[in-house]
């Protein structure tokens, strides 16, 4: 991967970014940095059920804006130094798409986004919720009211970026996000 670029995959909550972004780095030797393993940590903790409601949805916005600051001084700090690296991030208003250009262009680096999606059924989603919650793994998004809140908001991306379905088939999806990347 070229020196100085921020691999920024986006998506839907449930959408494959974070196994997606884990493969990518293992595959790229670089540092992966998800919102919700680390910025979303930094500020209050996520509520069970945030989306019960609109304080708790108040409050999971407020929470949720500390993390994209924090994710975004670590994208130019990271960019400062030198560092190429992968992050992921729902990015569901183009506000905190700005913010990331912005920072992306203070840490003089280049950026990469590839938009991550799937079928997104009831049945499936449902199914990618339970197996979330099964195996423990992190992301704030642990019920399908949660999801469809989510979606229902969603802005997609104007951004240049590669959109794909990382979980049709996984291998494929990782050779045409690894040819997107070093084109």
């Known amino acids: 991967m070229q020196e ?6 986006i998506g839907l909550p449930l959408s494959g970014k974070t196994t997606l972004c884990r493969r990518l780095a293992e595959q790229l030797s ?3 940095i998800d919102i919700d393993d680390g910025p979303a940590r930094c500020g ?14 108040t409050r999971e916005q407020k929470r949720m804006r500390v993390a994209y600051t924090i994710l975004h001084a670590a994208v130019a700090a990271n960019l400062e130094a030198g560092f190429s690296f992968i992050a992921s991030a729902t990015y569901s208003r ?3 798409q700005e913010f990331l250009v912005k920072a992306v262009e ?24 339970d197996d979330r919650i099964a195996r423990s793994e992190t992301g704030g998004c642990r019920s399908v009211e949660h999801y469809l809140d989510d979606k229902a908001r969603y802005a997609g991306t104007e951004l240049p970026h590669l959109k794909i379905d990382p979980s049709k088939d996984p291998e494929q999806a990782l050779l045409k ?6 084109g």
């Open 44 to 57: 209050p903790k996520q509520e069970e059920n945030p989306y019960r409601s609109e304080e708790s949805k």
């Open 4 to 9: 100085k670029t921020a691999v920024v995959v």
């Open 30 to 32: 670089v540092h992966f």
């Open 94 to 96: 183009r506000s905190a």
């Open 106 to 129: 203070q840490g003089g680096g280049k950026l990469k986004v590839i938009w991550c999606v799937f079928e997104d059924t009831p049945e499936e989603i449902k199914r990618r919720v």
């Open 177 to 182: 996000v690894l040819a997107y990347i070093s």
